[in-house]
């Protein structure tokens, strides 16, 4: 993957005359990532442009998230986006409330492994269990290292009985564990219902989306939007589905700059 910036001159091609569709991950995309998961602060410079970039009528904002809804609009603070919660399973936004169906057995499922897993692994030191309603997310990022292949054999015990069940899906983050009902909807899903949902609501043929995250969860609407858009992956170090990479979360702030001044007319700053 190429940095952005070394091809941005392009980029005032791909926007002209069209309405952009801006999705934008959480973690590790507009805040750092962090030991623990309630410390998690959006970057301010980014907050103030996605603010400007939201008034514009040429531009829809969405935030897409494994984070719970409540949680992810209160730390996010915005008005008039696209929230997408538990990885697009609860969308909101100006007129969307639209939540995944998720059969009672299934929360059933969720409680039962939830009180399994405090049972087992909540003892060991640094385990973070994260109730989000339709999903939990168990993080590992403070377990000592010594600790770590004791809680994988662990939880994967735990888990094993509800996966091979397919009461549950699970996939894996970083440092987190993120269990799911066992429905087909991903992050990818989620951005395209959305792409759906506004064509039929008047936007028309010529749309721009934009994908941008952090983690293994966004590769699934990477893949997704390949074809239709501009898919940018926070960190260059790994192998993506993304087209292009930026370096971190500061990045992430100077590309919604350079989207703020493509819209209004001004030049693309050079400096990177």
């Not at 809804?69 to 969307?96: F, M, T």
């Not at 395209?192 to 995250?213: A, D, E, S, V």
Request: hydrophobic fraction near 40%; aromatic fraction near 8%; charged fraction near 30%.
């Amino acid at each position: 993957m190429k940095n952005f910036f070394d091809q941005r001159e392009n980029f005032r091609k791909d926007l002209k005359d069209k309405k952009l569709l801006l999705f934008l991950d959480f973690d590790g995309t507009l805040a750092a990532i962090v030991d623990h998961y309630k410390s998690a602060t959006i970057l301010q410079e980014s907050k103030a442009l996605l603010k400007q970039i939201a008034k514009d009528p040429g531009c829809c904002v969405a935030i897409v998230s494994g984070r719970a809804l409540p949680d992810l609009k209160k730390r996010v603070g915005l008005k008039n986006i696209i929230y997408a919660g538990n990885h697009g399973l609860e969308i909101e936004g100006p007129g969307i409330a639209y939540t995944s169906f998720v059969k009672a057995d299934v929360k059933s499922s969720f409680r039962k492994i939830k009180n399994d897993l405090l049972r087992r692994i909540g003892k060991i030191k640094g385990v973070l269990i994260e109730d989000k309603g339709l999903t939990l997310s168990v993080h590992y990022r403070r377990v000592d290292r010594k600790d770590l292949l004791l809680f994988r054999q662990i939880f994967l015990e735990s888990a094993w009985p509800y996966l091979k069940s397919r009461r549950i899906g699970m996939s894996q983050g970083k440092k987190v564990f993120d269990i799911k009902p066992a429905v087909q909807w991903n992050k990818g899903r989620a951005a395209l219902w959305l792409i759906n949902y506004l064509g039929r609501r008047g936007h028309g043929r010529k749309t721009f989306p934009i994908f941008i995250g952090d983690d293994v969860t966004d590769e699934t609407a990477f893949i997704a939007l390949k074809k239709k858009g501009l898919c940018i992956r926070v960190g260059c170090g790994r192998p993506s589905a993304a087209q292009y990479c930026l370096r971190d979360i500061n990045q992430v702030a100077r590309f919604l700059r350079t989207v703020l001044d493509l819209k209004n007319g001004r030049i693309i700053s050079r400096g990177v």
